[in-house]
């Protein structure tokens, strides 16, 4: 029902920014809670941020808290990760999920829509 799509995610430098975008098809994305989470192979998904339905209110994880901001523009059904003073260990795959029954969790178990992801690496 909803389509996801990420981009934005490429090599850069510690300290570097990215910002990703998440572009959502189908039903509008403002009816679900939309998040970013991230994994690295061998490793479980985490979250990393999450903006919710109600008001837009944003949860992040500790690990990211002060440097990314997750955000969406209405207009564009897109979600967005801004990710500033970047970190080797910021290096992953980034999802994006839309959930439209939980409001804000924090489990990927919750979020019923994927994107296929993109590559963050940060060298240094």
């Known amino acids: 029902q909803v389509q996801l799509v990420e981009s934005g995610g490429g090599l850069v430098q510690a300290g570097d920014s990215l910002r990703l975008s998440c572009a959502a098809s189908?039903?509008?994305?403002?009816?679900?809670?939309m998040a970013w989470f991230r994994q690295v192979p061998g490793k479980e998904r985490e979250f990393v941020a999450i903006i919710r339905r109600s008001g837009g209110y944003t949860i992040y994880a500790d690990s990211v808290k002060g440097r990314f901001t997750i955000s969406t523009d209405t207009a564009k059904n897109t979600v967005y990760l801004q990710m500033n003073s970047l970190k080797p260990e910021d290096t992953a795959v980034y999802y994006c999920?839309?959930?439209?029954?939980?409001?804000?969790?924090?489990?990927?178990?919750?979020?019923?829509?994927w994107g296929q992801g993109t590559q963050v690496t940060v060298s240094s």
């Open positions: 189908g039903r509008t994305f403002s009816r679900y809670t």
């Open positions: 999920a839309a959930a439209g029954t939980y409001d804000g969790s924090r489990s990927q178990y919750d979020y019923d829509y």
